[in-house]
Every structure is written in structure tokens, then in C-alpha cells.
């Protein structure tokens, strides 16, 4: 059961932006670093920005983060079909439990 | 490079049990901490468990605790997931996945093996 909440799915035309949105609470994105992972079809996910807005070597820079209260965003600029991917936020949840979450994940259509 | 490769998925019968390892290479391995995802056929990623990089400190998900343990053979370097009373609803590729820091918390998974499938099934 996923605690962080994405929109199912964004679109756009090539060489467009989408945004995506990821929504959480105060003891997980509020309190947390949240990071955005890229799951192309039939392969693993793949880190794509880390600690809100870091991207790993090797990620192209029209990829981007950022977080603001409870909520984190990725964007990605220069909408390209290789990026036609499900795209997941997660971070780690403060409570008492604890333990790493993620989010309900979003399906990018490049139209 | 870093690579984890897991094996031990298959098909198994509600209530049985069965152990998966991910044997990780091109890294320290007992330098980081290590978890499982999973993700059920069509659905989305599921944390599963994550461990230490000594053993010594382990989270598991509510949804397997009590049927399923994390472990790690540093001098193998191995991960483990033990799972036991397994039910249908564990159908699912499992990953494992190499957190970016020795201990978990905040640190992303930075790099992810290839899957292994579990299929419960009678």
C-alpha cells in the first residue's frame, strides 16, 4: 500500500515538459529526502534524482527535481519516446515503524 | 561496475517457503546496506525489507513481517531474503537493490539487479 501519491499517468507532445507530482505526509516527504526513479518497460527501476534534486551520473540535466513541504515534483523538459517510462518518487518514512515508501507511480505517454 | 544478480524464484505452493539471494560484485559490499522491492505482475514497486551494511539493524515492511527475513553473508557477499507462509498475494519479480549509504534511511536504492520472479500458485 503505497503512501505517496502520484498522479497515474501525464502526457505530453515531444519536445514538451511534464511535471509529476508526489504527495506525502510529515513524517515521510516532509521530513525526508525523496528521490524519483525511472522504471522503462520490462526492465528495472533506475535512480534518477536523489536527495530532492541531485541527479546521478549519467542523467541528463533535462531531468530535474524538487520539494516543497510535503510534496516533491519531477520534470522533465525535452519530452523525448525514449522517456515513455513509469516514474516513481520514494523516500524513507519517519514513523514508528519506519521503512522506505513509495509512491503509487506514474505512467508517461510522449504523444 | 556494480552488479547483484538474484536467483531462487519459482513457483510455489501457498503456506511453502522459499530463500532468495542477490550475490552483488564491483562494490564493497559491506560498506552499504542492501534492500528488496518487490513488484506484483501490472502493479506498482513495494518496499519489502532493508538491512545494515553489518546485519546488525533490519526494517521489514507490515506486510511481510513475521513470514519474511532479510539477511546478508558479508564474506560471500550475498543478500538474502527468507520467505516463509507464503500467500498468493506475494506474487510479485523481487529486486534487490544496493542502498547508497552503509546505513538506511533517506539514501536512494542507486543500483538495482535484474528481478527474480516468485509465482504463488496451488
Known amino acids: 500500500q503505497s503512501v505517496l501519491t502520484q498522479p497515474p499517468s501525464v502526457s505530453a507532445a515531444s519536445g514538451q515538459k511534464v511535471t509529476i507530482s508526489c504527495s506525502g505526509s510529515?513524517?515521510?516527504?516532509?521530513?525526508?529526502?525523496v528521490s524519483w526513479y525511472q522504471q522503462l518497460p520490462g526492465a528495472a527501476p533506475k535512480l534518477l534524482i536523489y536527495?530532492?534534486?541531485k541527479r546521478p551520473s549519467g542523467i541528463p540535466d533535462r531531468f530535474s527535481g524538487s520539494k516543497s513541504g510535503t510534496s516533491a515534483t519531477l520534470g522533465i523538459t525535452g519530452l523525448q519516446t525514449g522517456d515513455e517510462a513509469d516514474y516513481y518518487c520514494?523516500?524513507?518514512?519517519?514513523?514508528?515503524?519506519?521503512?522506505?515508501?513509495f509512491g503509487t507511480g506514474t505512467r508517461v505517454t510522449v504523444l | 561496475q556494480v552488479k547483484l544478480v538474484e536467483s531462487g524464484g519459482g513457483v510455489v505452493q501457498p503456506g511453502r517457503s522459499l530463500r532468495l539471494s542477490c550475490a552483488a560484485s564491483?562494490?564493497?559490499?559491506?560498506?552499504?546496506?542492501m534492500d528488496w522491492v518487490r513488484q506484483a505482475p501490472g502493479k506498482g514497486l513495494e518496499w519489502v525489507a532493508v538491512?545494515?551494511?553489518?546485519?546488525?539493524?533490519?526494517w521489514i515492511a507490515e506486510s511481510v513481517k513475521g513470514r519474511f527475513t532479510i539477511s546478508r553473508d558479508n564474506s560471500k557477499n550475498t543478500l538474502y531474503l527468507q520467505m516463509n507462509s507464503l500467500k498468493v498475494d506475494d506474487t510479485a519479480v523481487y529486486y534487490c537493490?544496493?542502498?547508497?549509504?552503509?546505513?538506511?534511511?533517506?539514501?536512494?536504492?542507486?543500483?538495482w539487479g535484474q528481478g527474480t520472479l516468485v509465482a504463488v500458485s496451488s
Open positions: 520514494g523516500t524513507w518514512d519517519s514513523s514508528l515503524s519506519g521503512g522506505y515508501v
Open positions: 564491483g562494490f564493497t559490499f559491506s560498506s552499504y546496506a
Open positions: 536527495d530532492n534534486n
Open positions: 510529515s513524517s515521510n516527504t516532509g521530513k525526508n529526502y
Open positions: 537493490a544496493r542502498v547508497a549509504d552503509a546505513n538506511p534511511g533517506s539514501s536512494p536504492s542507486d543500483y
Open positions: 538491512i545494515s551494511y553489518d546485519g546488525n539493524n533490519r
